[in-house]
C-alpha cells in the first residue's frame, strides 16, 4: 500500500511561488499516474494536474496552465508541483494521489485516483 506525504505549502503573497511535493513510501509509485488535486473551503476537490507513469505526459486545468508545472523524480519515489505567479484563488488544501492514467477526464474524476495524502495548506494573500 501506498502512503504519501505531501509538503511545501505556506503562506505567500499574490505572484509568489511555491513548490509543493509527495513523497510516497510503502511502493513505488513508478507504475501509477499522479495527480494533484485541491480543496477550498466550501468547495468540491478540483483536480489540477497529473502526470503519467514515465512523465512524457502531463495534464493541467484551465485555471493553472501557464502557472503550474509538475514533475516527477521515480527514483526519489516523488512527485512535484511548481507554482508560479499565484493568486488569492488558488487558496486551498492540495493533496496527491495515485491512479491509473492521467488526462482531463481523470482529473474531472476524482474516484479515479487513490492513496490520497492528507494535504497541504497554500494561502495566498492579496
Not at 496527491?96 to 488526462?103: H, K, L, N, Q, T
Amino acid at each position: 500500500q501506498v502512503q504519501l506525504v505531501e509538503s511545501g505549502g505556506g503562506l505567500v503573497q499574490a505572484g509568489g511561488s511555491l513548490r509543493l511535493s509527495c513523497a510516497a513510501s510503502g511502493r513505488t509509485v513508478s507504475r501509477y499516474a499522479m495527480g494533484w488535486f485541491r480543496q477550498a473551503p466550501g468547495k468540491e476537490r478540483e483536480g489540477i494536474s497529473c502526470i503519467n507513469r514515465s512523465g512524457e505526459i502531463t495534464t493541467y486545468v484551465d485555471s493553472v496552465k501557464g502557472r503550474f508545472t509538475i514533475s516527477r523524480n521515480n527514483a526519489e519515489n516523488t512527485v512535484y508541483l511548481q507554482m508560479i505567479s499565484l493568486k488569492p484563488k488558488d487558496t486551498a488544501v492540495y493533496s496527491c494521489a495515485v491512479g491509473g492514467y492521467c488526462s482531463h477526464y481523470d482529473l474531472e474524476t476524482p474516484g479515479n485516483f487513490g492513496s490520497w495524502g492528507q494535504g497541504t495548506q497554500v494561502t495566498v494573500s492579496s
